[in-house]
């Protein structure tokens, strides 16, 4: 199992609606954060060994409307 985080820029005006769209229809993304910054949105995703990540983020979150850029971050392994 991946894990990754991805940043969204969202419209002016459309980070709830983005938050609630990737909720709701992106299956692999455990937890959707508001934030501050220059990001609206902190997106934690889990996906598959074989999952492109290249391929998950253009085509299951860019995709979204509302969306306006995306920064994905790799993440290598959790402590706790």
Known sequence: MQTIFVQVKCELGRAYDVAGSVAETVDQVSEVHSI????DLMLKCYLEDDTDIGHFVTEHIQT???V????TIIAFKAFS
């Open 68 to 71: 306006k850029d995306t920064f």
């Open 36 to 39: 501050s910054g220059d990001y």
């Open 64 to 66: 979204l409307p509302g």
